[in-house]
């Protein structure tokens, strides 16, 4: 089986944080991977060094085989990133977004505004392409930003947090869209923290925590005999059984002090 | 429930000091800004303290302080629209889960507004102001009251005119509208210079006229006061302050109506914007069918398309278009300006092509990851590069031609083109580079170019960059001073024309080449240092 992302020693820094200690990870191809992880575990750090968007202190990654730093031609045609926390081209319309993303990356314009088009619609956004992205919601953000990231149909798909701030309708199309397109035998990697999401989605998974990767491997093996996946993370990141509640005991009765 | 009422006035009064205080912490370049514009404006204050107190017994001084303290009201009324973000407090929908009645909020955000750089200024101003026109005790007295008077009203201004306006300013049309500030502050002073200029030919008593006006209108009249008092006229003091006391009653009245309005009313601005219609259909075939197609054209057609919808873009383009045209324009028509200071035009629209990717903003990372070569990051420089000359080659030519035709001198024509022609080249080279080495964010909120703590790299980029670009530009001039200087060189000066033009391209591409292979090796880090806006 070849590998679609293939990580060696990866570290990052900032100043006296480590952020990213040290990771290896092979992810499968043709897999629906889920990146999980509490707040601040490193995820987007580590997918933006997987993606070429930041420079890694040391360490190597190579996606469908290819040095994303050394043979960047090669990688950047064949991935497609939704980060978390970057803007759009706010100030374009959803379409010219797409028709910009798709001409940058060297499509034929007829065949970018096909594409752009059909995602529109499958995305449930073809009422609100000539509207500004700036005025879009965070979840038209995040179809938006998907359609832009699918247009010149990548082999590995990387998400960051594509479900948060999402109502339900639009994860569901947005889910629609990726099991489509993994059923294809494309890969995606999505980071998350909705443990409920990655246990319906995913077929593997990664599970990350102070920048490093606490367990990986199909789901079934990850959660173990553990009830839920939920509960298999609490205790990989040593977070089950903390009881928050001694303490409040004011709280509730309905007394208004 | 007068402890109450202290109460919310002292939470407050002490939130704003907070804040204050944790935007301090926030940053050590933040701290020191604004430690050195607290000390700037306490100079200021003293310096203009003293000038008032100079103007003491002068002929013209009431007139003077009355209007000073108009323009010092329409700056209270004018600011929040423009800089929403420099106070929190202003905006009272922060507080609306809050149980507060209006009255002692009204009291409690009054009283806050008394602390911060601004009102300490005013006061100042408005204890010169007192000074330079009162004489006797009485009108010291009357002055006092004037001060308050005069202090709260302009709280007041600020504070009704804000929250009037506070779903305008919340709202993202408004936050583009303020980003149009720096807009207005240069263009103000253009327009104090003029009048600057007016007022040194034709002396102070033209004051007088208005002057005679703005001492019945609030909070001038509060001030206007005590120049009354010292005449005697006490009726008319009593009066000037009267219209003060309503003028703040009518204020606190229509505040406290829209802050309860505001507090009460469901925010339905996102409701509106979901039932919106689809806005008009932007079509890009007018503007794309012009252009070359392949990355080129959707790199210009991005930029261009920028220019006019990103407030940023627009504002920065607006002020060099607007300056490039005034300084030799206006020069031209006092009759002290030279020709060649159409160059100004080329020079001002030139800078536009520095921090190519700050422009962006963190939306950088979508180039990034199409960049995948030298020769991509090659055709991405060139297209901005082309985009701008769009607008910049016909508006310098014009300016250019103008500004020739005004001076009438046509035989230096073409060498002034030729000059501006290579100094755009040079800025077009300089910015490509330092666009690539020295890139810094510019936030898209509020009104500062440049992220908190890149003020220094913005410096070394900008003028580092100008300089360069004059050096580089240099041959040309030294040709023209030649040309000029030479016996018989005006027969063949139009010659200047080709040359510098020529010169300008060359310098462009080699500028252009330089820069693509440090922006394809160092995409990381520009994504890196645009994203902090």
């Known amino acids: 089986m070849t590998s679609a992302v293939r990580v060696q020693g990866l570290w990052k820094r900032f100043g006296q944080q480590v952020a990213v200690a040290g990771i290896d990870l092979e992810l499968p191809a043709g897999k629906f991977i889920g990146l999980v992880g509490p707040n601040g575990a490193g995820k987007t750090t580590t997918l933006s060094m997987v993606t070429g968007l930041l420079r890694p202190d040391q360490g190597s990654v190579e996606v469908v085989g290819h040095d994303v730093w050394r043979d960047p031609v090669a ?59 700036v005025d879009y919601s965070t979840g038209m953000r995040k179809k938006i930003g998907l359609a832009a990231a699918l247009l010149h149909n990548p082999e590995v798909l990387f998400l960051d947090e594509p479900f948060e701030g999402v109502d339900p309708v639009s994860a569901q199309t947005i889910r629609g869209v990726l099991e489509r397109y993994t059923a294809s035998g494309a890969t995606v990697v999505f980071s998350s923290h909705v443990m409920e999401l990655v246990e319906s989605l995913c077929d593997w998974v990664a599970v990350m925590a102070a920048g490093r990767i606490r367990a990986h491997g199909p789901l079934a093996e990850v959660r173990g005999a553990a009830p839920s996946l939920q509960q298999a993370f609490l205790e990989l990141v040593g977070a089950y059984g903390r009881d928050a509640g001694s303490d409040l005991d004011w709280l509730g009765g309905g007394a208004t002090r | 429930m007068s402890a109450g009422v202290t109460g919310v006035t002292s939470v407050i009064v002490r939130l704003k000091l907070s804040l204050l205080r944790n935007g301090l912490r926030q940053s050590t370049g933040r701290a020191v800004a604004y430690i050195a514009s607290a000390v700037a404006v306490l100079l200021v204050s003293v310096l203009q303290l003293i000038g008032l107190i100079a103007l003491r017994g002068h002929a013209h001084a009431a007139s003077v302080v009355v209007l000073l303290v108009a323009v010092l009201a329409v700056g209270w009324a004018v600011m929040p629209l423009f800089f929403p973000g420099g106070d929190e407090t202003l905006d009272p929908t922060r507080l609306v889960m809050l149980p507060l009645r209006p009255r002692p909020l009204v ?33 010291y007295g009357f002055g006092v009251v004037g001060i308050v008077l005069a202090l709260l009203v302009c709280m007041a201004l600020a504070r009704t005119v804000a929250t009037a306006n506070i779903r305008l300013l919340t709202s993202r049309k408004g936050r583009d509208l303020a980003v149009l500030s720096g807009l207005v502050v240069a263009i103000g002073a253009q327009v104090v210079n003029f009048g600057a200029q007016r007022l040194g030919s034709g002396g102070l008593a033209q004051l007088d006229g208005p002057a005679e006006v703005l001492k019945w209108v609030p909070p001038g009249s509060a001030i206007a006061a005590a120049d009354s008092a010292s005449e005697g006229s006490y009726g008319i003091a009593v009066l000037q302050l009267a219209l003060s006391v309503a003028a703040l009653v009518v204020l606190i009245a229509v505040w406290s109506r829209h802050l309860t309005r505001l507090m009460t009313a469901p925010d339905g601005s996102t409701l509106q914007a979901a039932s919106e219609p689809a806005a008009r259909r932007r079509t890009s075939t007018g503007l794309a069918r012009l252009l070359p197609a392949g990355r080129t054209g959707t790199v210009m057609e991005r930029s261009l398309r920028y220019v006019w919808r990103d407030p940023k873009t627009k504002a920065a ?114 910015g490509a580079w330092t666009s690539a080495r020295f890139p810094y964010s510019i936030p898209q909120e509020g009104y500062k170019n440049v992220a908190p703590g890149q003020s220094g790299l913005a410096f070394v980029s900008i003028l580092g960059g100008m300089v360069a670009g004059a050096l580089l530009c240099a041959p040309v001039i030294a040709l023209t001073i030649w040309v000029n200087v030479s016996a018989g060189g005006d027969d063949w000066s139009w010659l200047l024309l080709p040359v510098g033009a020529a010169y300008g391209a060359a310098i462009t591409v080699a500028g252009l080449r330089l820069a693509a292979p440090r922006t394809a090796r160092r995409l990381p880090e520009i994504l890196l240092a645009v994203s902090k806006g």
């Not at chain 1, 379409?95 to 995305?123: C, F, T």
């Not at chain 2, 035009?345 to 520095?354: F, I, K, N, R, T």
Request: net charge neutral; aromatic share 8%; charged share 15%.
């Open chain 2, 317 to 430: 383009w607006v002020t060099s278009l607007a300056i490039g045209l005034i300084v030799p324009v206006f020069n031209a028509l006092q009759g002290t300006g030279s020709i060649y200071f159409a160059c100004f035009a080329a020079g001002m629209l030139g800078v536009q092509m520095y921090n190519q990717f700050g422009q962006d903003t963190s939306a950088f990372w979508m180039v990034a990851m199409t960049i995948s070569s030298t020769r991509d990051a090659y055709v991405e420089l060139r297209a901005r590069a082309l985009a701008l000359l769009v607008i910049t080659l016909p508006y310098a030519t014009l300016v250019t031609v103008l500004t020739t035709a005004l001076i009438d001198d046509w035989p230096k024509l073409p060498e002034v083109l030729g000059v501006s022609f290579a100094l755009l080249g040079a800025m077009l080279a300089t």
């Open chain 2, 107 to 139: 009291r409690a955000l009054l009283v806050s507004s008394l602390v911060g750089i601004g009102p300490v200024f005013t006061l100042c101003m408005l204890t010169g102001s007192v000074i330079s026109v009162a004489h006797g005790g009485t009108a």
């Open chain 1, 75 to 133: 990688v950047k045609a064949r991935i497609g990133v939704l980060p978390e926390g970057l803007r759009l081209f706010e100030r374009l319309s959803g379409r010219e977004l797409l028709g910009y993303s798709g001409r940058l990356r060297g499509l034929p314009g007829a065949e970018v505004d096909k594409r752009a088009a059909q995602l529109l619609d499958v995305l449930d956004l073809a009422g609100a392409q000539h509207k500004l992205v």
